[in-house]
């Protein structure tokens, strides 16, 4: 096969890198908050909060490190609305989720529309960090061990938050929450403050994604950059149902589809992006038709908890 | 309850050392309603203390209370001696104060240890093994046996509430509240629990049961404080109680729940047996009836009523009374056998036809499937109907002929609502069941399941029910009444059928004698 | 029930009443939007915009001036399919995020066979041809994420939500592969001949698909609310369980209102082809569902409630185009208005039913 060719794999490889991250982060993030009950549809807002805030602070400072935790702040301040609507006040999750979906997407690019007016000014490239030996590797060294620190943390999520999940109390906090809010409550703790824990991490790791986005990915920040990454994040959590590793899986089969698209432009095979981008749908989605059975998620998602009410 | 259960020898509680929990004057109003209404009560250490009341009594918010989950409005809680709110459920662990909800309160989807160690310090590791071997010691100690490591979701609702009353003595609980707690035990179940209350207060802690069976009351109780509408009423102190007969202690008891209108006089002698006649055809036969899709399987179900009859279904819940009626019904496949009514099969026929046909079934799942709680009560009057002249024509609502229906079954059927638009789910228990009861008893009724029809409800509605069945055989319907309490199916049933573990284990006529053998079906020992 | 004799107090008290009830019913509608304004202008002044004059741009153009009202109203046809599409499905309690790929998929098909088949045949015909079609192809659409929940049980959000990134994509390819239009470079299907669009009405410029948009969204009000059919779509909805014991067939019923709603989404798109732009254009996403989702709520499910609030929107987003040219405010704000909005009516939503909670 001539298409194999090495800058065909590594096109591919890279790719695969830049537009699966997003979707981890993405789809980690809403996985927490489904995990303690709380069905997010507002993540495609909270990512485009972090790929603002982020890029903004990285252009004021001139700092990588600070426009990363900008896009943390970013994340979580857009997920502190859902907090207090749906957590505390126990408003209607979905309404609420596409409301911060249009408000950040309105925000942002109104944001960026007084800062910037029409510029779009680019942020220089990130540095990266080289890891010993393994970046040797032909082919993938350069495109999987040569990488933005982001990305190294995006990967290492995956098994910390197995471990949070399922070797500490936190974790089961977390499962109790989505699965039996009362029993939570009865053994003393408070429900509302795990889910705000959760839905606020959820925020910190979504932001994370849009900070990846603008600041490592493209450089720069173009309103509605995201381009609906949130809500293939919710696909992912909810198909991964509260395992990490699936979330991981799920990552690269949509992030590989997504850039095969480029990569095999580069090898100079003309396929139209869409057909490619629909692959990893259609899979799914005929996954879903075959084996179909009943995707099992938290028995307490999407209900607020209020004590005492059965 | 099958046999009363043998009384306890009683302990000797010292009276000098302050009470564990002491109420004074304790006030919780609802909207509309006074929950509770300034109750003084006090709970010593070394006594199984019942709570008993009606539905309604106000038993739930009181619990409620103690548990951390609500807050008194009026009135002191003074925790001994010294009074302190308990202002959440975790301040009420913090005092020792561990509530077993009627509902399982542990997470399905953990394992009993996890569940055991919810609620401690976040970021460390869940101590499996460690809190397993105290789990097993706390169990042993109160001669409970089970598995730590076994899913939540895989154990019966009798193991959920043993594990539930080893993690409150793991945590130290100096105060356990039995929520409930024997409402949805086998006997046998619930027999052991009351051993393990007298064992707990034997060990020197304090028990609050609460309870509506009076039966229980008396077999484990030491003292007994009865309420009614929100307020204390009365109640036995350990010497009343001890030095009393149970039949005596019974009636006394009796006399405070309800305010002295015995309901011991009313009862009706069981129906005539030979006023059935079983020359002619049945109206529903039930052949060798198998079904597979339900947790408990049924296999070979026979039986035949007759027009006129009621066919009780006794049996300890949950073995598969509810995948029969639902078979019947035809909300479930059955996988085989068949199902003859007035002589035709209806097996093959969908849920309308067979209501078509005459078939009627009172559901026991009020809320969850007999009506849909945000609709007015006069559309879920309708639920089955939609759709059928002169309701609808063609197809278009006709709100005069809905309401009308609606104006004349509250008439019928005494239900009393704020108006006919009123959403069902704002009513209470009993008038729902009334919705119910109009739906399914009007019109054509030829046959009729009633599932559990008493079920939660007080005892003026258990009452007015229980006419209900008794006319509709009465009218030449035939009756199916599965039920768990055996009085009931005692004074209503021409016929008593046992089931166990998706079978049929024997058909008992109503004669004397007959509590004996179902007792004896129920319990394995004829077979 | 018993009726007594009506005491002047009881009168005056009934009065009382019916004055608490209506002032309810206003604060709980209106009382939102005026708080939403109210926020909205606070940002503008944020912004250093003078809120009177930008919302005076808004309404002047949107609402006052000949062509901005034509431009809304003309707007609104589609959008008002789109919000029946979200009220059958809503009110029968399935959760369709996938209105976007209905409608493309619709407007689609439908571009693709009217501009072939106009010149054979009579202009209504072609145009009923062409709504039927894209209403077939919009419920297709949907009929996937039916069947999974009504014979599999799986949860429709993912579903329809994945079927939404598969038909955006599907429909750019059918525009680039297989309906392109050999006779012009940019990448777009074959253009139907303005005189065999929709009637524009009363020889203005709107066009008559605001007509279809109104007869469907009264239609499928009274559907919901008067017919035996509504009513057992809403006991699905209510409450499956008894939806099952009162003989209903849950999965047929499921199917069904995925097709009504996939249908209405899809004629949205032939409308929107048939009334407005006559072609698809490669990549054309719109995105009017994720836009009326929020509508819908704000009107609580009522098919009238939504015709003043799809009419709200899009004067807000025709007016704010122009006002971005004036003041400088991009049109994005508009986001911003509905979201703010959306959250204000969730909050007053949650205080009614505190308030109720709490007695009277």
Redesign the interface.
């Known amino acids: 096969m001539t298409l194999f060719t090495d800058t065909f794999l590594i096109a591919l490889i890279a790719g695969i890198v830049a537009a699966g991250v997003p979707l981890l982060f993405a789809g980690l993030g809403e996985q927490l908050s489904e995990k303690a009950g709380v069905l997010n549809v507002g993540i495609e807002g909270m990512m485009l909060g972090g790929a603002y805030l982020g890029f903004y602070v990285a252009w004021a400072t001139e700092s990588v490190g600070l426009g990363i935790l900008g896009g943390i702040m970013g994340g979580m301040l857009v997920s502190s609305m859902m907090v207090i609507f749906c957590v505390r006040m126990g408003l209607n999750q979905i309404v609420i989720g596409i409301a911060l979906t249009l408000g950040a997407e309105g925000a942002t690019a109104l944001l960026h529309h007084v800062k910037f007016s029409r510029l779009y000014p680019r942020l220089p490239d990130v540095t990266t960090w080289r890891i010993p030996f393994l970046a040797d590797i032909p082919i993938i060294g350069s495109a999987l061990f040569d990488r933005e620190p982001l990305v190294y943390l995006a990967i290492a999520l995956v098994p910390i938050l197995f471990y949070i999940y399922h070797r500490t109390h936190f974790g089961l906090a977390l499962q109790a929450a989505g699965d039996k809010p009362a029993a939570l409550d009865s053994a003393g703790q408070n429900v509302l403050a795990i889910r705000s824990y959760a839905v606020l991490g959820c925020g910190a790791l979504v932001g994370l994604g849009g900070a990846f986005m603008s600041i490592v990915g493209a450089g720069v920040f173009v309103p509605f950059m995201t381009h609906g990454n949130g809500f293939m994040g919710i696909v992912l959590a909810m198909l991964a149902r509260g395992r990490p590793l699936w979330v991981l899986f799920g990552a690269v089969l949509f992030g590989t589809c997504l850039s095969a698209a480029t990569a095999l432009q580069v090898a100079g095979v003309d396929i139209p992006t869409d057909i490619v981008q629909m692959l990893p749908f259609a899979a799914v989605m005929l996954v879903l038709l075959i084996a179909g059975r009943n995707a099992k998620l938290p028995a307490a998602l999407g209900a607020s908890y209020v004590r005492g009410e059965r | 309850m099958l046999d009363a259960q043998a009384r306890h020898t009683p302990n000797q509680p010292t009276t000098d050392v302050p009470p564990v929990i002491t109420l004074e004057g304790v006030t919780k109003r609802y909207p509309g309603i006074i929950a509770n209404d300034s109750i003084d009560m006090e709970i010593r250490a070394g006594e199984v203390h019942v709570l008993l009341g009606e539905n309604g009594a106000g038993k739930s918010t009181l619990v409620s209370m103690l548990s951390g989950l609500q807050q008194p409005d009026d009135g002191h809680i003074l925790i001994d001696g010294i009074e302190q709110a308990i202002s959440s459920p975790a301040t009420a662990l913090d005092i020792g104060i561990s509530t077993v909800f009627q509902h399982s309160m542990l997470v399905p989807s953990l394992t009993l240890v996890e569940n055991a160690t919810l609620g401690r310090t976040w970021w460390r590791k869940p101590d499996r093994d460690g809190t397993a071997k105290e789990m097993n010691a706390a169990a042993q100690r109160i001669g409970v046996t089970l598995d730590p490591m076994s899913v939540t979701e895989d154990l019966s609702l009798g193991e959920r509430q043993q594990a539930e009353i080893t993690r409150a003595l793991m945590r130290g609980a100096r105060l356990l509240i039995l929520d409930e707690a024997t409402a949805m035990l086998t006997p046998n179940d619930a027999a052991r629990l009351g051993e393990l209350m007298r064992r707990l207060a034997a060990e020197g802690m304090a028990v609050v049961f609460i309870t509506h069976k009076l039966n229980e009351a008396v077999a484990y109780g030491d003292r007994i404080t009865v309420l009614r509408l929100g307020k204390k009423v009365g109640g036995l102190t350990p010497d009343a109680l001890h030095g009393l007969a149970p039949e005596d202690a019974t009636a006394q008891v009796v006399r405070l729940m309800f305010d002295a209108q015995d309901t011991g006089d009313e009862k009706t002698s069981p129906p005539q047996i030979d006023t059935i006649d079983r020359t002619v055809k049945p109206r529903l036969e039930v052949l060798a009836l198998y079904d597979e899709s339900g947790r408990v399987p049924l296999s070979n179900i026979e039986f035949k009523v007759w027009p006129g009859e009621v066919f009780g279904i006794a049996g300890i819940d949950g073995n598969g009374q509810k995948q029969l009626a639902k078979t019947l019904a035809g909300q479930t496949k059955i996988s085989d056998g068949r199902i003859v009514m007035d002589g035709d099969f209806i097996d093959q026929k969908s849920i309308g036809q067979r209501r078509a046909c005459g078939l009627r079934y009172v559901t026991d799942d009020r809320m969850g499937e007999g009506t849909v709680g945000t609709f007015p009560m006069s559309i879920n009057l309708l639920l089955k109907e939609i759709g059928k002249v002169p309701y609808w024509q063609r197809g278009l609502e006709n709100t005069a002929a809905i309401k009308e229906n609606a104006m004349t079954k509250v008439k019928d059927f005494d239900i009393r609502t704020p108006s006919i638009d009123t959403p069902i789910a704002k009513l209470s228990g009993g008038n729902i069941q009334k919705v119910l009861l109009a739906r399914e008893l009007s019109d054509d009724v030829r046959a009729v399941i009633f599932e559990k029809p008493t079920y939660g409800l007080d005892l003026a509605n258990i009452a007015a029910t229980q006419t209900r069945i008794r006319e509709t055989a009465q009218n030449g319907a035939a009756v199916l009444l599965i039920s768990t309490e055996l009085d009931e199916l005692l004074s209503l049933s021409h016929r008593i059928a046992v089931m166990d573990q998706g079978r049929i284990v024997g058909i008992v006529e109503n004669t004397n004698g007959a509590r004996h053998k179902i007792g004896a079906l129920m319990s394995g020992a004829e077979k | 029930?018993n009726t007594g004799t009506m005491t002047e107090a009881k009168v005056t008290k009934d009065i009382q009443q019916k004055f608490k009830a209506l002032s309810r019913v206003f604060m709980m509608s209106l009382g939102p939007v005026v708080a939403a304004f109210i926020l909205s202008g606070m940002i503008l002044m944020l912004?250093k915009v003078n809120p009177f004059s930008y919302y005076g741009y808004v309404f002047g153009r949107g609402l006052m001036s000949p062509t901005g009202v034509q431009a809304t109203l003309t707007r609104m046809g589609p959008l008002l399919l789109i919000a029946a599409a979200l009220i059958v499905a809503f009110r029968a309690g399935i959760?369709n995020l996938g209105g976007d790929a209905q409608f493309l998929i619709g407007a689609v098909f439908c571009a693709a066979i009217t501009p072939l088949l106009a010149p054979h045949m009579p202009v209504w015909c072609g145009l009923l041809i062409g709504m039927v079609v894209s209403a077939a192809f919009g419920a297709i659409w949907a009929l996937?994420p039916a069947?999974?929940r009504a014979y599999?049980?799986?949860?429709e959000?993912?579903?329809t939500?994945?079927?939404?990134?598969?038909g955006i994509?599907?429909a750019?390819?059918l525009v680039?592969?297989a309906f392109l239009d050999p006779s012009t470079t940019v990448p777009q299907t074959r253009t139907l001949p303005v005189d065999a669009r929709l009637p524009s009405l009363f020889g203005t410029t709107i066009s008559s698909g605001l007509i279809v948009g109104l007869v469907a969204i009264i239609l499928v009000h009274y559907m919901m609310t008067?017919?035996?059919?509504g009513?057992?779509l809403?006991?699905v909805g209510?409450?499956a369980?008894?939806a099952?014991?009162?003989?209903?067939s849950v999965p047929l019923l499921t199917v069904a209102v995925f097709a009504i709603s996939g249908g209405l989404a899809g004629l949205s798109g032939g409308v929107a082809i048939l009334g407005q732009y006559g072609n698809v254009r490669a990549d054309w996403n719109p995105g009017y569902s994720?836009?009326v989702?929020?509508l819908v709520?704000l009107a609580r499910f009522n098919g009238f409630a939504s015709i003043g609030f799809v009419g709200l929107f899009s004067v807000l987003s025709i007016g704010a185009e122009s006002a971005a040219r004036r003041t400088g405010?991009?049109n994005?704000?508009?986001?911003?208005?509905?979201?703010?909005l959306?959250?204000m009516l969730?909050?007053s939503?949650?205080y009614g039913a505190k308030r109720q909670?709490?007695?009277a």
């Open positions: 029930m912004l959760w996937v069947f999974l599999q049980g799986v949860n959000i993912i579903t939500l994945m079927m939404n990134f598969l994509s599907f750019s390819v680039k592969l008067r017919t035996a059919f009513l057992r809403r006991v209510g409450n369980s008894a099952i014991h009162a003989g209903l994720l836009a989702v929020p709520f405010v991009p994005y704000f508009t986001l911003v208005t509905v979201a703010i959306l959250v969730a909050i939503e949650y909670k709490a007695g």
